[in-house]
């Protein structure tokens, strides 16, 4: 089943890099075959069908382009006389390669082939496979088998039970087009709830979200159907809240921790943090800082107490986003870009107690229209447009706005001279057709991702198709063999250096991409197999994109080595570098551990995650660093960072605004049954 793992991160699915049958052999949909849009707030994506021929055997066809990452699948399901599947077989193309996936249950044992595992289990009559990839028909298959199922309970394959709660039904539609629609909360799949809506009948009928597969006819209602189900999910919220924080009405007190001191860049031994109310009210010396009587005293022995962490690049998924990223003790996010609706329904339900999440400082991300058009994206067709975009997000609260790789870089200096005016931060992906260096003259305040750096020195046939899947091959093909200290790169650098311009390199999510063959499990995530669904870990061994003709994974590799080598320049040379992952969040660490490999200290590489974005930001006053008067966003993790970053994944305490928050039930909060090794 796809889209179940990571929020957005599900859109990437693995595939191997081998023959796939072409597109042209696919199967074509008949006449009257049901049919799905797949559509965001930036325009429409893709197409799903799905038809049932007379002998029961389901088919599907799907084509989807995300921004240059295209996916051409179909599959045939032929299900045994209980409904579930005998036999699947998907064939196709995915950005990875190879879409090719089987299953079959032959005298009660299972046997299926992925891009990524092979297996069998013995006894698997009346379980349902969950396919890797596919269609959506393969996730409507398996809604309408649980839905069928006594109790809505579902053996599933290669592991794992799935449930469904029912939680509300609206009707869609208007005259003879109207009828009602159940959103289900489906549990046991991924590690959070996946809503699901079906129709009067159990049939499957629409999945929304920041991407959405909705019939045709009904693609006016996504708006409504988002609201709906934000709105039933969101009662679930203020529960965990209440379950979750503590505010401990006596100060609170970390005895003898050894402290990262951010804005120093310096690990202090035996130190004393005093918290009173939401702020830090003491810091020092254990021998000469005082508890306060009655306070509440954790004792730091063998403890390190940091700042509460930031992930400078996550697009909030869900709810559930908010207790998982606190777990990781991360306090503070930035988010450059989502559905803008859904961004404002959280911040408000979060001020009001009502919704347990990081402070979010959030971005309007801002594209132009075309086949290659971001999903999530407010749309701009003309200079105007973008201007007004960017007032609207200073009207609605956003913090900064990010341009896109379709945005037509001619409207680029207006649209940031307005958006510097409002006090807004500038930052992005290159648009179309120039290079960074261009961007940066046009006043970017930030550079998004290592790739768009890399971009700098390649040859300019690969500008053509930047907004596309250039943006990743263009730098697989080429870092290899860069000279990362030509005139034009160092120029580059020495002026984001001489200007403060932040990177926001992502390393984590490029790593992911040019990397790892499909099977392997990548080292951002691997810290965590063992504690989540079987179906989420076998995500987690989805690989890298497929290698264009004429270079092979060593070559990707290579040209990987050089990103993290580029990294190490631009921090040399004074770039100012932010941590952020572009994925779930579990991968931040992982980043941190990157930073080391280009030549960072580990108080160099925590900064990255405290005190300098908390500058990107202008809250470097108030938060980032632990000092008195601050507000108290701390974590108290078990072990030694400083000696070895990995002990960050260990924490055990996170606090924020004073609030208290134990990270183990957190962790469980976000579906994970154990602490990270």
Same mark, same amino acid.
């Given at each position: 089943?796809?889209?179940? @793992? ?7 699915? @693995? ?44 088919? !599907? ?140 009948? !159990? ?308 790593? !992911? ?13 691997? @810290? ?150």
């Amino acid at each position: 089943m796809r889209r179940a @793992a990571f929020s957005l991160a599900a859109l990437f699915l @693995a595939s191997s890099a081998i023959t796939q049958v072409p597109k042209d052999q696919l199967d074509k949909p008949p006449v009257g075959a049901r049919h799905f849009v797949i559509q965001s707030t930036g325009g429409q994506h893709g197409e799903s069908w799905s038809w049932i021929l007379p002998d029961g055997t389901r088919k !599907g066809r799907e084509s989807m382009n995300l921004r240059g990452q295209v996916w051409e699948m179909d599959y045939t399901g032929k299900p045994g006389k209980d409904g579930m599947p005998a036999s699947i077989s998907i064939r196709g193309v995915t950005p990875q390669g190879d879409a090719a996936e089987t299953f079959s249950l032959t005298g009660g044992v299972a046997n299926w082939q992925s891009p990524v595992d092979k297996g069998s289990a013995p006894m698997a009559a009346g379980k349902f496979y969950l396919t890797l990839g596919g269609p959506i028909d393969t996730n409507a298959w398996f809604l309408e088998r649980l839905l069928a199922s006594p109790g809505r309970k579902l053996k599933l394959l290669p592991g794992g039970e799935a449930r469904a709660e029912k939680l509300t039904t609206i009707v869609v539609g208007k005259g003879k087009t109207a009828k009602p629609v159940t959103l289900w909360q489906v549990s046991g799949v991924a590690n959070t709830p996946l809503p699901m809506w079906s129709d009067a009948r !159990g049939k499957f009928f629409a999945s929304v979200g920041g991407l959405a597969w909705i019939p045709d006819q009904y693609r006016g209602e996504q708006a409504r159907l988002e609201q709906v189900q934000s709105d039933a999910l969101g009662k679930q919220a203020p529960l965990l809240y209440k379950k979750l924080v503590q505010q401990p009405v006596v100060p609170v007190a970390f005895t003898h921790v050894k402290l990262f001191d951010a804005d120093a860049k310096r690990f202090l031994t035996d130190q004393t943090v005093v918290v009173t109310g939401t702020t830090i009210a003491a810091v020092g010396p254990a021998g000469s800082t005082p508890v306060p009587a009655g306070a509440k005293v954790f004792d730091g022995l063998g403890k390190t107490l940091i700042p509460g962490l930031w992930d400078c690049h996550m697009h909030v998924g869900d709810d559930y986003t908010g207790p998982q990223e606190l777990s990781l003790g991360v306090t503070s996010v930035r988010d450059p870009g989502n559905n803008n609706e859904r961004t404002l329904d959280r911040r408000k339900r979060a001020a009001a107690g009502q919704l347990l999440m990081p402070k979010v400082h959030a971005s309007m991300l801002i594209d132009g229209k075309g086949p290659n058009t971001a999903q999530i994206a407010s749309v701009a067709t003309s200079q105007d447009e973008a201007i007004a975009l960017v007032r609207k997000a200073k009207e609605q609260g956003f913090e900064g706005v990010k341009f896109y790789g379709t945005f037509d870089y001619h409207w680029l200096p207006a649209a940031i001279a307005e958006a510097h005016k409002l006090g807004l931060h500038v930052h992005g992906h290159i648009p179309h057709s120039i290079r960074p260096s261009v961007a940066v003259a046009d006043g970017y305040d930030e550079i998004t991702h290592i790739n768009w750096i890399v971009m700098e020195g390649v040859p300019e046939s690969v500008l053509e198709t930047d907004n596309g899947i250039g943006r990743f091959e263009g730098p697989g093909r080429y870092a290899k063999d860069m000279d990362l200290r030509s005139p034009e790169m160092t120029a580059l650098i020495q002026t984001m250096a001489k200007k403060g311009i932040y990177s926001d390199p992502t390393m984590v999510a490029f790593e !992911g991409l040019f990397v790892p063959e499909n099977g392997e499990i990548s080292p951002s995530t691997s @810290a965590f197999l063992g504690t989540l669904p079987v179906t989420t870990e076998r995500y987690m061994r989805t690989g890298g994109f497929a290698v264009p003709a004429g270079l092979t994974r060593a070559d990707y590799r290579a040209s990987w080595a050089r990103m993290v080598e580029l990294l190490g320049i631009m921090h040399k040379a004074g770039v100012p570098i932010v941590a952020g992952t572009d994925g779930s969040g579990i991968e931040l660490i992982h980043e941190l551990e990157i930073y080391l490999q280009a030549g960072f200290t580990p108080a160099e590489a925590l900064a990255a995650a405290t005190i300098v974005p908390a500058r990107l930001v202008g809250a470097d006053r108030q938060t980032g660093s632990i000092a008195v008067g601050k507000a108290a966003d701390l974590v108290l993790v078990e072990g030694d960072p400083e000696a070895r970053i990995s002990d960050l994944r260990q924490t055990r305490w996170v606090m924020m605004d004073g609030k208290l928050m134990n990270a183990d039930e957190l962790r469980a909060a976000s579906g994970f049954s154990g602490r990270p090794r």
